[in-house]
């Protein structure tokens, strides 16, 4: 969170008002769809236990939004409140809020603590306020801010509930389209394409959920008027030294120009390719994580530790598969995730076997593994003690 901005409607020392709660009209289309999306969310995780009870694991929360004061997460905070104030809403609640201050500006505490407040009015419980420090590492501030935010939230879920709450986050389809053209401009594969992934873990293990990603920053102002919420607006989300802003407030508007650009629907297609990208991804992972196990060779004598695997039926794989099942052998010898660069050099001494002449290695992975052609197997190697 950074100095607070101009908000859309104002409000009494710029800190969010919100009028009488919960309203008594109806709810608007959006809010709809994101009390069904959040209410999916928390099913599919698992989150639901027929044995809450006092006393019990069930009167902790089972979820807890994280919460900026921004129009995205606040109307995620609704969709909450809403959720648990319906008939069913035992089934889910209760569910609080985490709000993290990155202090990376001033008066990001009273943003901080405006955002919590609203949370309370709204009934969310229990609600927690972070103060952390974003370490400085060079992978950029963005980088930065969002790695210290992670670790706060997973924190907060696990102080939350014996085994650790579940993590809602407010994405949207237009953080969607964003990720996905940045993923483009960096040529990314097609796991990078299918954009943020609904579910996923946070530090540590915890859970985290993304209901809002089939819903746009239009619709969740929506769900903030109707709640009668203002909110705030993070001055660096325009400031065009920083890349993601870049995109959101120059490129696909740029792009979406009728008259200079593609017109509109760029955010949609964008949108569209995530999920298409990540059916194709996740059958793709699949079928490498079929195949990994089958190739495994034994090499007897060698240290357990060092992965072989079948070199004529690893060449026989298509190279989508193949070049994940060599980068899945890399973790399993205890190196990292290895870049494109890395595993096309390692897939060389692969499909290079039988053309004479080709080199045999070693090829240097992240991690401390080193890849060789060695008779019918490629073995990956970790970087072993002496004697």
């Known amino acids: ?32 769809r994101a009390v069904a999306a959040v209410r999916e969310a928390l099913a599919g995780d698992g989150s639901c236990r027929a044995d809450a009870g006092p006393g019990r694991a069930g009167n902790r929360p089972r979820g807890l939004v994280a919460l900026s004061g921004g129009a995205d997460s606040l109307a995620l905070a609704v969709a909450c409140a ?11 609640g209760p569910i609080g809020a985490a709000v993290v201050d990155h202090g990376l500006q001033s008066g990001s505490d009273a943003v901080a603590a405006a955002a919590a407040d609203v949370a309370r009015i709204l009934g969310l419980t229990p609600v927690t306020v972070t103060r952390v420090e974003v370490a400085r590492t060079g992978d950029g501030p963005e980088a930065d801010a969002r790695r210290a935010r992670r670790e706060a939230l997973a924190a907060a879920a696990r102080d939350a509930r014996p085994g650790g709450a579940v993590v809602l986050t407010a994405h949207t389809a237009d953080d969607q389209a964003e990720q996905v053209l940045l993923g483009l401009a960096r040529g990314s594969g097609t796991r990078s394409l299918a954009g943020i992934p609904a579910r996923g873990t946070l530090p540590g293990g915890a859970a985290v959920v993304r209901p809002l990603l089939g819903l746009t920053r239009a619709d969740t102002e929506t769900i903030c008027r109707w709640a009668g919420l203002t909110w705030f607006e993070d001055p660096h989300n325009r400031d065009p030294a920083l890349l993601r802003s870049r995109v959101r407030t120059r490129v696909l508007p740029a792009l979406e120009d009728p008259d200079a650009g593609l017109g509109p629907g760029v955010r949609v297609g964008l949108v569209r390719t995530a999920a298409i990208a990540a059916e194709d991804a996740a059958a793709l992972d699949a079928w490498a ?13 060698r240290d357990p530790r060092v992965v072989s695997l079948d070199l004529d039926a690893l060449a026989a794989l298509p190279a989508a598969v193949r070049h994940r099942v060599i980068a899945r052998a890399a973790r399993a010898a205890g190196g990292q995730a290895p870049p494109r660069e890395r595993i096309l050099a390692v897939d060389a001494l692969v499909t290079g076997a039988r053309a004479g002449g080709t080199s045999a290695g070693p090829v240097e992975l992240p991690g401390g593994v080193a890849a060789h052609r060695a008779c019918a197997r490629l073995d990956l190697i970790p970087c072993l003690p002496g004697p």
Not at 1 to 26: K, N, S
Request: hydrophobic content about 30%; proline content about 20%; charged content about 25%.
């Open 1 to 32: 969170m950074r100095d607070p901005g101009p908000t859309p409607a104002g409000g009494a020392g710029g800190l969010p008002a919100v009028g009488a709660w919960p309203p008594r009209t109806r709810w608007p289309e959006p809010l709809h």
């Open 289 to 301: 994580g079929d195949e990994f196990p089958r190739l495994r060779v034994d090499a007897p004598g």
């Open 82 to 92: 809403v959720l648990v104030g319906t008939r069913e809403g035992p089934r889910f």
